[in-house]
């Protein structure tokens, strides 16, 4: 699913649940998400991996998109030699986007990518990290922002988080 306009709906599922994206994919969601990162245990992550490997094997071109792991942990590097050259990723979600650096890295694989900004330094660096190639466009994580913040979930400031 090549990403041509900001879509309004984008359904995540845990790789380790290869079974859902069949499903996920027949919902209608503009964009399917396949999660390495939140939704996966990290001592799941290498099975994670290689369920995910296993689908895009006989997937559509362009099926699904992949959220990879952070930048500063352990699973980046393997996420990204995970997504090499598979033909059925349409793009990349960057979680925890705070440097061009890690977003140059994500770019070398080719991939358009949509890093989430969740923190004050991610905020901070907005502008530059808009400006790399293969971004086509922003997206922020509410919950992991506010803690960054420190604004309480349910306060005024914190609504909605």
Same mark, same amino acid.
């Given at each position: 699913?090549?990403?041509?306009?900001?879509?309004?709906?984008?359904?995540?599922?845990?790789?380790?649940?290869?079974?859902? %994206?069949?499903?996920?994919?027949?919902?209608?969601?503009? %964009? $399917? +998400?396949?999660?390495?990162? =939140?939704?996966?245990?990290?001592?799941?992550?290498?099975?994670?991996?290689?369920?995910?490997?296993?689908?895009?094997?006989?997937?559509?071109?362009?099926? $699904?998109? $992949?959220? +990879?792991?952070?930048? =500063?942990?352990?699973?980046?590097?393997e996420d990204l030699a995970l997504c090499r050259d598979q033909t059925g990723i349409a793009g990349l979600v960057v979680p925890k986007?705070?440097?061009?650096?890690?977003?140059?890295?994500?770019?070398?694989?080719?991939?358009?990518? %949509?890093?989430? %900004?969740?923190?004050?330094?991610?905020?901070?660096?907005?502008?530059?990290?808009?400006?790399?190639?293969?971004?086509?466009?922003?997206?922020?994580g509410a919950l992991d922002l506010s803690l960054d913040l420190g604004i309480e979930p349910g306060s005024e400031g914190g609504i909605?988080?």
């Amino acid at each position: 699913m090549p990403l041509t306009t900001p879509p309004r709906s984008a359904l995540f599922v845990p790789a380790n649940r290869p079974e859902r %994206i069949p499903k996920a994919l027949a919902s209608g969601a503009d %964009i $399917v +998400i396949v999660d390495l990162e =939140d939704a996966v245990a990290p001592a799941a992550r290498p099975m994670a991996r290689q369920a995910l490997s296993d689908f895009l094997e006989t997937a559509s071109p362009g099926a $699904v998109w $992949v959220r +990879i792991n952070a930048a =500063d942990t352990a699973d980046f590097l393997e996420d990204l030699a995970l997504c090499r050259d598979q033909t059925g990723i349409a793009g990349l979600v960057v979680p925890k986007a705070e440097s061009t650096r890690s977003l140059a890295q994500v770019e070398a694989l080719g991939y358009p990518m %949509i890093p989430l %900004i969740e923190s004050a330094k991610g905020l901070d660096h907005l502008d530059k990290l808009a400006q790399v190639d293969g971004v086509v466009q922003l997206s922020f994580g509410a919950l992991d922002l506010s803690l960054d913040l420190g604004i309480e979930p349910g306060s005024e400031g914190g609504i909605g988080c």
